[in-house]
């Protein structure tokens, strides 16, 4: 049961996570000291870019392959392109120590269609990986 799961509780768990770094306030103390040039935007790319992946195996898990890949890719970008906006917006709106950044918005929307572009090449040509249809 847990093996036919595995992609669902990595999808569900990885959201979560997003969810409460996205959410919660980090003092000064907690993060590291030094500083790169964009760290943020890598990191919302990375976040994004594994929902995106995560997502498109999610769908493939729970429809078992049945689902047409283009359509379960397309799909999965829109709604975590969609949550991300969400997440902004209330990170703007009901977080004290937070803010929404419209920079943020676009670093987890490349993400996610690089994590798209991914996935369609994993499962496209003679490659071991098979989507069923």
Request: charge should be neutral.
């Amino acid at each position: 049961m847990l093996k036919k799961s595995i992609f669902t509780i990595a999808f569900i768990s990885w959201m979560v996570f997003i969810t409460l770094l996205s959410l919660f306030s980090f003092s000064e103390g907690d993060l590291p000291d030094f500083e790169l040039p964009f760290m943020d935007k890598l990191v919302h790319f990375i976040f994004y870019f594994m929902a995106a992946v995560l997502g498109a195996l999610f769908l493939r898990e729970r429809t078992q392959g049945e689902n047409d890949m283009k359509k379960s890719i397309l799909t999965i970008v829109i709604a975590v392109i969609l949550y991300g906006i969400v997440i902004e917006v209330v990170q703007s709106e009901l977080t004290v120590d937070r803010e929404g950044d419209v920079f943020d918005v676009m670093a987890n929307t490349l993400g996610a269609l690089v994590g798209a572009l991914a996935i369609k090449l994993a499962f496209s040509g003679k490659r071991q990986l098979k989507w069923k249809n």
